[in-house]
């Protein structure tokens, strides 16, 4: 079975530019959550998508937005990126949500952005 | 205060002896407790899920949880070289949100080093 597939691996953007970023869940899993990830601030709750449906919301300004299509695949989107934007943003699947207090997270290898 | 609080650490330990990692949390009514491995450079991976209160044992770990202190630990017996990596704490909040759904929140990590 397939992991979660993450994509690109790396991007490099000034700060004003947007960027889009993919994540594949594990076939049959519904549920893809974002997280950014930099080195003060640990993993931080974006938004979690389940059956197309943002279901909840972490503490990110408006600038970062995020989708979910019918196959469950997911891409998050950050406009007018400013250079603290820099870090690793990981999307992670779940088969039922994380509404389901004992649901375990599969991360993908996740996508580095750097933000000139 | 944070949901989720870690000692970043680096915690060293020399090899074969019990490496103990600790985390607290803020939410009383948390029902769900993860531990996660990341290693440098790769995302985290899931190692032990805990629910209940008392001890839940898989090969050398250990996760212990007390729900009455809000205290959750992973205890690492006869630690080895290739335990060493950040480990994250994780914690099911069930507070909802407007929306009626709950989010899973990460501790920043520590970092367990294993001397040879």
């Known amino acids: 079975k397939a992991g979660v597939t993450q994509t690109p691996r790396y991007l490099i953007k000034t700060r004003g530019q947007q960027v889009t970023l993919s994540c594949s869940p594990i076939s049959g899993h519904r549920s893809v959550s974002w997280y950014q990830q930099t080195p003060g601030q640990g993993l931080q709750f974006l938004f979690e998508?389940?059956?197309?449906?943002?279901?909840n919301k972490g503490n990110f300004p408006g600038r970062f937005s995020g989708r979910q299509f019918s196959n469950s695949r997911s891409e998050m989107n950050v406009s007018t990126l400013e250079l603290g934007d820099s870090a690793l943003y990981l999307c992670a699947s779940s088969l039922e949500g994380l509404d389901r207090g004992g649901e375990k997270l599969f991360f993908g290898s996740g996508t580095q952005l750097s933000v000139l | 205060q944070k949901e989720v609080e870690q000692n970043s650490g680096p915690l060293s330990v020399p090899e074969g002896a019990i490496a103990s990692l600790n985390c607290t949390y803020s939410?009383?009514?948390?029902?769900?407790f993860f531990w996660y491995r990341q290693y440098s450079g790769k995302s985290p991976e899931l190692i032990m899920s805990?629910?209940?209160?008392g001890d839940k044992e898989d090969g050398r770990f250990t996760a212990q949880l007390n729900k009455a202190s809000q205290y959750v630990s992973l205890l690492i017996r006869d630690s080895q070289p290739s335990d060493s990596a950040t480990y994250l704490c994780a914690v099911n909040i069930r507070r909802r949100n407007s929306g009626g759904y709950q989010k899973v929140t990460f501790g920043t990590g520590t970092k367990l080093q294993v001397i040879p």
């Open positions: 805990i629910y209940s209160n």
């Open positions: 998508y389940f059956s197309e449906t943002q279901r």
């Open positions: 939410d009383r009514v948390s029902q769900s």
